[in-house]
């Protein structure tokens, strides 16, 4: 079974050491103490960066399509919400088991403020090997072939922005981002809403 469990370990930490704009994906999502956003994360897999944001306030819709990934991170959603300090982020998140490209082309819903897409990174060249729980996730989940199709459902419907997580080392997995903000290891592609 894939471990997920937001009480404990480097995702409390970091929930616990939040820094607002400091954050580098708080600046990529454009957040501001006291403006609420409603974020749909279309590629959820852990929830690590749903479960930052919803921390930061956000209102967030996880989407994954992973039956054996969505079952742990609703196990894991379930057991930090017995938590009372991590009750009010996890009533900020919605867990949704459905493919967010059909949902995105085929549902009536509320527009978001923000999509957020993570897709799996390609695997390292590097021999130093991913943590545990990455290599449990990537033999479980097939690589992402379908990012672009994603970004351009997404690019149709978000209100403010799109987010994209890329590997630094990586081209931007869809061309002309309006925005790049750049970690060590990661980078966020933003391609903002164009108001017609």
């Known amino acids: 079974m894939l471990p997920i469990d937001f009480t404990c370990g480097k995702i409390r930490y970091r929930q616990e050491h939040l820094h607002g704009r400091n954050e580098l994906i708080a600046k990529a999502i454009g957040w501001k103490k006291n403006l609420s956003l409603r974020v749909f994360d279309t590629t959820a897999g852990l929830g690590r960066e749903a479960f930052l944001l919803a921390a930061l306030g956000c209102e967030v819709v996880l989407f994954e399509r992973h039956a054996v990934v969505a079952k742990a991170l ?50 390292r060249s590097k021999s130093a ?51 790049t903000y750049r970690g060590r290891s990661h980078c966020f592609d933003v391609y903002c809403r164009v108001i017609s």
């Not at 949902?103 to 799996?120: E, G, H």
């Not at 990012?147 to 994209?164: C, G």
């Open 74 to 123: 609703r196990n894991g959603l379930a057991h930090a919400k017995n938590e009372p300090a991590l009750t009010p982020i996890i009533n900020r998140m919605t867990l949704l088991e459905t493919c967010a490209i059909a949902y995105l082309k085929n549902a009536s819903f509320q527009a978001p403020d923000i999509i957020y897409c993570d897709p799996m990174f390609p695997p």
């Open 129 to 179: 090997a991913v943590k545990k729980e990455m290599q449990l996730l990537q033999s479980l989940v097939s690589p992402d072939v379908d990012t672009t199709e994603l970004v351009t459902a997404a690019r149709a419907v978000a209100q403010k922005r799109v987010v994209v997580k890329r590997a630094a080392r990586c081209a931007p997995l869809v061309a002309n981002p309006d925005l």
